[in-house]
Nanobody, 123 residues
C-alpha cells in the first residue's frame, strides 16, 4: 500500500490543523493506521493509532485530549485532527500502516510509511 500525507503547514500556538493520509489500493481496511512525528534532532515518536474498523484508538500522553485520530475506510483516508497546538508539536508528521492484528505504538511494527508532512507551530 502507498501512503500520501498532507495538510501540514504553519500555525500559531493554540491553533488547529487537520492532517490527512490517503492510501492506495483496495486493502486499506485491513490495516491499522498510525501517525508518528519526528522533530529536528529527535527520534521518531508515536502520536496516535487507530484499529482497522476504527473502534480502538491509542494516543501518546503528550497529545491526549488535543489530537483525534479517525478514519474513513470508504475514502481510504486516515485523519489527525490537531487542536490546541503547541510549539513542541512542531515536527514532520508521518502516517503508517500496520497489517498486524492489534494496534501498537511501536514504529518498527508498521509496514508502510508515507512521505511526511511538516507542521510548524509558532509561539
Amino acid at each position: 500500500v502507498q501512503l500520501q500525507a498532507f495538510g501540514g503547514g504553519l500555525v500559531q500556538a493554540g491553533g488547529s490543523l487537520r492532517l490527512s493520509c490517503v492510501a492506495s489500493g483496495r486493502t486499506f481496511n485491513t490495516y491499522n493506521m498510525g501517525w508518528f512525528r519526528q522533530a529536528p534532532g529527535k527520534e521518531r515518536e508515536f502520536v496516535a493509532a487507530i484499529s482497522r474498523p476504527g473502534g480502538i484508538t491509542l494516543y501518546a500522553d503528550s497529545v491526549k485530549g488535543r489530537f483525534t485520530i479517525s478514519r474513513d475506510n470508504a475514502k481510504n483516508t486516515v485523519y489527525l485532527q490537531m487542536n490546541s497546538l503547541k510549539p513542541e508539536d512542531t515536527a514532520v508528521y508521518y502516517c503508517a500502516a500496520d497489517g498486524a492484528s492489534w494496534i501498537t505504538r511501536r514504529n518498527d511494527a508498521y509496514d508502510y510509511w508515507g512521505q511526511g508532512t511538516l507542521v510548524t507551530v509558532s509561539s
